[in-house]
């Protein structure tokens, strides 16, 4: 199986932010941000291993900044790793305001997702090729996280 490059997975999408997607206050659910997130990431991964994928994990979400009715939200996801049947995908969430063009970070996460077959068993997924120092080094954070998760999955089976 020949290997896919980090940019063969990239996903921009943009979304505006309604009043049925915010809170009392005008500010966005988190919950309706972490929905795009999901679907951003979804469509890297499928992008990469051109099979259904399911989420299997989300890292810990921080929001830094909210994010009005009126102003875009915008999501850009490419795979970090990939692994057997598994990858890591980065998904980096930014506010514009339509009016000012002032672009704010709200928040960035990974998630992991895990492609299937016709069966819906895992199924492997293309080697990811990096190119450039900065995906080279996403891709070893990556491992990284990978390792974390699985010692935390480990530790938590032990109770």
């Given at each position: 199986m020949n290997g896919k490059t980090v940019k063969e997975s990239n996903v921009e999408m943009t979304e505006l932010v309604l009043p049925s997607h915010t809170n009392p206050i005008g500010t966005i659910f988190g919950g309706q941000i972490l929905a795009w997130v999901d679907i951003a990431g979804s469509i890297?991964?499928?992008?990469?291993?051109?099979?259904?994928?399911v989420t299997a994990s989300v890292d810990a979400f921080q929001f830094v900044a909210p994010v009005p009715v009126g102003h875009w939200v915008c999501l850009k996801a490419s795979v970090n790793y990939a692994h057997r049947t598994s990858m890591e995908v980065?998904?980096?969430?930014d506010s514009e305001n339509?009016?000012?063009?002032?672009?704010?970070?709200?928040?960035?996460s990974y998630l992991t997702f895990v492609a299937l077959d016709h069966?819906?068993?895992?199924?492997?997924?293309?080697?990811?090729?990096?190119?450039t120092p900065e995906e080279k080094r996403r891709a070893q954070d990556?491992?990284?996280?990978?390792?974390s998760r699985l010692k935390l999955k480990t530790e938590l089976a032990k109770k």
């Open positions: 890297s991964a499928t992008r990469h291993a051109r099979a259904v994928c980065g998904v980096r969430v339509p009016i000012t063009g002032e672009i704010t970070h709200v928040a960035s069966n819906k068993k895992p199924k492997v997924v293309p080697a990811l090729i990096t190119e990556a491992q990284i996280r990978r390792q």
